[in-house]
């Protein structure tokens, strides 16, 4: 044998050597990986569909943190100074309530509930950097819609983007950002829409058009404001169901004024420092069958201004409206739900209990 050949046979078995551990190795690392890959203490789900998972859970969460982050600096604590009062032992005591607005325009328009500075004789609202800034009620557009816009003075403020709030879906996320009982500011909670074009009856009307929620809203909160997790508003917190006629609890149910309904509102009220409504010049109380009277709905007429279109054209406290035109009052339609779509000016005929007898009554109405 040549001497080259004694290497080049020690080369080849080296070689095959290493072939060998190399398949072996792989089959092992392959044995090993499936063990691996088995392993999952009873739970069905592999290691790519957990990471999937997981993946999901971290891009929602992210998503909602940086809305928050985002929508926060225009979300404040409004606080409203009520006129003096007396205790049951007939001392003066002074009132306050906090709620929660939302800077829509960095000029210094704030839009709140209506019922948040509702009486109030001083109005402050608290920024989300802790500085105070006095308020002036600059209109508000109750008792149509619970809607009010501040004015503060502008400078080194954050505006909120708005939404449209026609295309929200039920099921989609949402997050509430408000005060929580005047104390905890910029308190944040999520939920989702749990229904569009919600109606919702109060004693002074019914509520139409409302987005529902089940986001947490609790006191203080209304006012604050209920966003995409693009961050951008799609509604104002207005009011919470606690719990139903019969005084069964319940939980879970808030509804919010649309963004739409709010810029529009807003706006106008902006641009001319009020929104023109038509007006009889009423106090009313919304009646359903559950204030087991003889009628199922109407709106009882508490008070008439002096003067007002009402009282030029005979109406008077006790007496119940039942339609507006020959529209009558129901459970989605309450009194001010009809007359919104009249103008000031307009001559109306209302259909009216009194005594026990059905009368027409025509009122030529007035302006809010």
Known sequence: MDAWQRPRRGLLFVVAAVLLGALVGGVAGGVAGYVAGERTDGDPTTPAEARSVTQLSVEEDS????????????????LSNLPLQRDSRGRVIESASAGSGVIIDPRGYVVT????????????????SGEERPASILGHDAPYTDLAVLKIQDGGLTAVDVADSDTLTPGQRVI??????????????VGVVS??????????GVMEGLIQTDAAVNHGSSGGALVNTAGALVGIPTTVIRETPSGEAVEGVAFAIPSNTVLEIAREIMERGRVVRPSIGVRIQEISPSDGLPIQYGALIREVAPGGPADRAGLAPGDVILTVADAPLDEDHGFYNLLKQYSPGDTVPFTVLRGGRQEVVRVTLGER
Do not use: C, M, Y
Not at 114 to 122: K, Y
Not at 197 to 204: A, K, L, N
């Open 176 to 189: 509430a950002i408000g005060d929580v009982l005047g104390v905890f500011r910029g308190a944040v909670s």
């Open 63 to 78: 998503a909602v943190i940086q809305a928050v982050q985002k929508a926060r600096p225009a979300v404040v604590t409004v």
């Open 195 to 204: 229904g569009l074009d919600r109606t919702w009856r109060r004693q002074d």
């Open 113 to 128: 509930n209506e019922h948040v500075v509702r009486g109030a004789q001083e109005v402050t609202v608290i920024l989300p």
